[in-house]
Structures are given as structure tokens and as C-alpha cells.
């Protein structure tokens, strides 16, 4: 049985890094690569760089490697997507192409990528969302991943390629940064909190959005690729939940642990009208009905979890 070895792309964004993390702990540091378009400084990794429209470079580290499984993370995202609407579908497409067409011919035996809720639209209920459901999403990110849905269930029925894939809600971990997405508000809050700044919300206050805890994100990744391939029923993207909060929300479980923090709101309007055309709490029950998938983190836990580990991170700051 051949040895796994890894491939990431887009390894210094949000997941990446932490992912990164989690897949050298199961197979092995020195079996993990991890890509992205400038060098990232993540210590003891092997890392290159790799821009996801370079086939030929990306195809190399892939026969070099003997790469078994990619892990194709690398996107822009809806925020700022829609500032190079374009530029983003390229990236976006035109990298999972390369990805799905190295994987086909090089004998590589998973491939994951993620999807999004960002893939559904105004015409899907917003409320407990479906596994299948009208799709109209509105981003050119939206559409990039529904795109990326279809494409990745026809190189499974057409190539056999054993593609898995999720609808990430909004992720938050206090290991990395996220990098322009809609829901970003909710990882720079407890940033703010921690460094005892108030906070400028970007969305309404009762603006509710479907959220997940990175360690919850990584945990479904893992389990998902880990599961035997017959069990796989899904092969466009499974939803995947954790909670759903409101602005208001989130602020009254932070004051809770931190009552001298303060929030006020200032509207985006681009991103309020993205929040508003995403659900607002996603059925995953086909997720758990296949392999087994149940999160671990409410937004109680998730906060006190958040603060601990972001409290150690700021002290550790001041007295260096």
C-alpha cells in the first residue's frame, strides 16, 4: 500500500495553515508540501511555492512528490472577489481545473476542495438549508464554487477521480487571520476584545449567519477524507454546520467573558447584501447519515475556547 503524501495549495491562508498542521500530525511532516503563491513561514513544514494556474510546475511537484492526495485550498473570496470579478473566476477555476486534470493523470487517489455557503443564493431557504435546493448564488465567488460543485461530481462520474468536498460556513480559529470573506467580523471581534479595542461591525446586528469552529472545520476535513469511499454518497459537497449567531450574539458571549468590551455597527452595504442572500442554518444531516459528522462547539464554548487561547497569544506578545 503506497504511502500518502500530501499536497496543499493555498497553505498560508486561513485553513491552509492550520490544516497543514493537522494533516503533519497524521502522516508525518516530512509527507506533507505545502503551497501557496508567495513563501509562507510556517516552521518545520516543507513549503513551495506554487501559483494554481501554473500546470506545468504543478504537475512536477506532484510526480516528484508521488502526491497522493491534493488538497486544493487555494481561492479568493466573496468580499474580495467581487473587487476583480474576472481576475477571481480565473483564479478560481482555472486553478481547480489544473488540480482535477493533474489529479486524473497522475494516479493521484483523493482530492479535496472546498466549497461554500456562499454557493447557494436568494432563492434558497435561508432557514435549516437543504443538502439539495435551488442554487442562485450571487458572488462570483458563489458562482465559482457551485461551478466547482458540478465540476468535481463530473470528473468523479465521467474519470472515477475520488473527489470529496464541503460548504464551509464561516470558520473561526484563533491560529490564523481570514482573508476577505463576509464572514470575517466574527474571527477579527475577538481580536479586538483581547487587545481590549472596541469593534466595528460591518453587518447588522441581528444578521444571522451559519458559523463553524476551525477546530470543528479541520475535524470534518479529516473524517471526510478518512471515510471509506462507499460511503461517499455525495460527490458535489456535503453541507457542513456548526451554529448560527447574530452580530448581537456573538458581542453578549464576548461581554460575558470580557464585560468591559464594547461593539458598534457600521453597515457594509456589499457585505450585508451578500449576508443577506446566504442561509442563515444549514441541514448537515446528510453528513452525519453518511460518515458521521456531529460538531463539538456551540458559540458559548467556542468564545471561551477563542479567548483563552487569543489571551495566552497577547500576553505571550507583551512580555516579548
Known amino acids: 500500500?503506497?504511502?500518502?503524501?500530501?499536497?496543499?495549495?493555498?497553505?498560508?491562508?486561513?485553513?491552509g495553515t492550520v490544516?497543514?498542521?493537522?494533516?503533519?500530525?497524521?502522516?508525518?511532516?516530512?509527507?506533507?508540501?505545502?503551497?501557496?503563491?508567495r513563501e509562507i513561514d510556517l516552521p518545520k513544514t516543507r513549503t513551495d511555492t506554487l501559483?494554481?494556474?501554473?500546470?506545468?510546475?504543478?504537475?512536477k511537484l506532484v510526480v516528484e512528490n508521488r502526491v497522493t492526495q491534493i488538497y486544493h485550498l487555494a481561492a479568493i473570496l466573496s468580499a474580495k472577489g467581487?473587487?476583480?470579478?474576472?481576475?477571481?473566476?480565473?483564479?478560481?477555476?482555472?486553478?481547480?481545473?489544473?488540480?482535477?486534470?493533474?489529479?486524473?493523470?497522475?494516479?493521484?487517489?483523493?482530492?479535496?476542495?472546498?466549497?461554500?455557503?456562499?454557493?447557494?443564493?436568494p432563492d434558497t431557504p435561508r432557514e435549516n438549508t437543504p443538502q439539495v435546493t435551488p442554487a442562485t448564488p450571487t458572488t462570483v465567488y458563489g458562482i465559482s464554487k457551485m461551478a466547482g460543485e458540478f465540476w468535481g461530481n463530473y470528473y468523479f462520474l465521467r474519470y472515477g477521480l475520488d473527489i470529496r468536498s464541503l460548504r464551509y460556513p464561516g470558520i473561526i480559529g484563533h491560529?490564523?487571520?481570514?482573508?476577505?470573506?463576509?464572514?470575517?467580523?466574527?474571527?477579527?471581534?475577538?481580536?479586538?476584545?483581547?487587545?481590549?479595542?472596541?469593534?466595528?461591525v460591518f453587518l447588522k446586528?441581528?444578521?444571522?449567519?451559519?458559523?463553524?469552529?476551525?477546530?470543528d472545520a479541520i475535524r470534518a476535513t479529516l473524517e471526510l477524507m478518512d471515510?471509506?469511499?462507499?460511503?461517499?454518497?455525495?460527490?458535489?459537497?456535503?453541507n457542513?454546520?456548526?451554529?448560527?449567531?447574530?452580530?448581537?450574539?456573538?458581542?453578549?458571549?464576548?461581554?460575558?467573558?470580557?464585560?468591559?468590551?464594547?461593539?458598534?455597527?457600521?453597515?457594509?452595504?456589499?457585505?450585508?447584501?451578500?449576508?443577506?442572500?446566504?442561509?442563515?442554518?444549514?441541514?448537515?444531516?446528510?453528513?452525519?447519515?453518511?460518515?458521521?459528522?456531529k460538531p463539538t462547539y456551540d458559540l458559548k464554548g467556542m468564545t471561551k475556547d477563542m479567548i483563552k487561547n487569543l489571551r495566552k497569544k497577547y500576553s505571550f506578545k507583551k512580555s516579548a
Open 227 to 238: 471515510a471509506p469511499k462507499e460511503k461517499i454518497k455525495v460527490r458535489d459537497a456535503y
Open 82 to 121: 467581487e473587487e476583480k470579478p474576472r481576475f477571481t473566476w480565473n483564479i478560481n477555476m482555472e486553478g481547480l481545473f489544473n488540480v482535477l486534470d493533474v489529479a486524473k493523470d497522475h494516479d493521484v487517489s483523493k482530492v479535496f476542495h472546498p466549497s461554500s455557503i456562499a454557493a447557494f443564493g
Open 205 to 215: 446586528e441581528s444578521t444571522a449567519l451559519p458559523m463553524i469552529y476551525m477546530d
Open 240 to 293: 457542513l454546520a456548526g451554529m448560527t449567531f447574530t452580530p448581537a450574539e456573538i458581542v453578549a458571549a464576548i461581554k460575558a467573558e470580557i464585560p468591559e468590551f464594547k461593539a458598534t455597527y457600521k453597515v457594509n452595504p456589499l457585505r450585508q447584501s451578500i449576508a443577506e442572500s446566504w442561509p442563515m442554518s444549514i441541514d448537515d444531516s446528510k453528513a452525519t447519515e453518511d460518515w458521521g459528522w
Open 1 to 15: 500500500m503506497r504511502k500518502e503524501s500530501i499536497l496543499i495549495t493555498g497553505a498560508g491562508g486561513q485553513i
Open 51 to 59: 501559483n494554481v494556474l501554473d500546470k506545468e510546475k504543478m504537475t
Open 19 to 37: 490544516l497543514t498542521k493537522a494533516l503533519q500530525e497524521k502522516h508525518g511532516a516530512e509527507n506533507v508540501l505545502a503551497t501557496d503563491l
Open 175 to 200: 491560529r490564523s487571520l481570514p482573508g476577505g470573506g463576509t464572514t470575517d467580523y466574527a474571527v477579527h471581534i475577538y481580536h479586538s476584545a483581547l487587545k481590549g479595542e472596541s469593534f466595528e
